[in-house]
T-cell receptor, first 114, second 113 residues
């Protein structure tokens, strides 16, 4: 199994509070991704990174920011959480952004915003 | 608007029979496709992929077919087994933005013993 650790695995917070989810990898892969999974929407890309300090927006980036100061860590921050951000968040890594570069996923972080 | 569509939210199949999961896409720049499988409370796992230069790719019980003119692909599982019961996601990469991988909404497959 790919060495991907997400923390926290479960979090309950209140509307308006900041939240940071962490993804840590031990594979030294260049690419890292944050997705959210919601019923009827599947997996939607929030942000991704193609190197240290290199990030780009995905399909649903509003309300989220990311940072990658080290190869192994990719942080997802909700500056002011809203109930619409209640979801399961998955981190993924990939060795290559090219054809054949499959994504390997973490186990997910379940976030509930009350 | 979803660029990758899986119009069947769920599918039930008898054990031993064929499961066919369908996926349609709208972006003509997509040229690499992947299928992922997801069990409850776990992360998705890679199953099989296909490049747009091919129309078929096979791996054991799993075969993916690609029809570029119709912008359609399908995953065939033969024979289906109860352990195949999971949510299946179709995903795509664009030749203009290979970094991004866009997923469909998923199809929940139940294989009945």
């Amino acid at each position: 199994d790919a060495g991907i650790t997400q923390s926290p695995r479960h979090k309950v917070t209140e509307t308006g509070t900041p939240v940071t989810l962490r993804c840590h990898q031990t594979e030294n892969h260049r690419y890292m991704y944050w997705y959210r999974q919601d019923p009827g929407h599947g997996l939607r890309l929030i942000h991704y990174s193609y190197g240290v300090k290199d990030t780009d927006k995905g399909e649903v980036s509003d309300g989220y920011s990311v940072s990658r100061s080290k190869t192994e860590d990719f942080l997802l921050t909700l500056e002011s959480a809203t109930s619409s951000q209640t979801s399961v968040y998955f981190c993924a890594i990939s060795e290559s952004g090219q054809e054949g570069g499959e994504l390997f996923f973490g186990e997910g972080s379940r976030l509930t915003v009350l | 608007d979803q660029q990758v569509k899986q119009n069947s939210p769920s599918l039930s199949v008898q054990e031993g029979r064929i499961s066919i999961l369908n996926c349609d896409y709208t972006n003509s720049m997509f040229d690499y496709f992947l299928w992922y499988k997801k069990y409850p409370a776990e992360g998705p796992t890679f199953l099989i992929s296909i490049s747009s230069i091919k129309d078929k790719n096979e791996d054991g019980r799993f075969t993916v077919f690609l029809n570029k003119s119709a912008k359609h692909l399908s995953l065939h599982i033969v024979p289906s087994q109860p352990g195949d019961s999971a949510v299946y996601f179709c995903a795509a990469r664009s030749k203009t933005s290979y970094d991004k991988v866009i997923f469909g909404p998923g199809t929940s497959l139940s294989v009945i013993p």
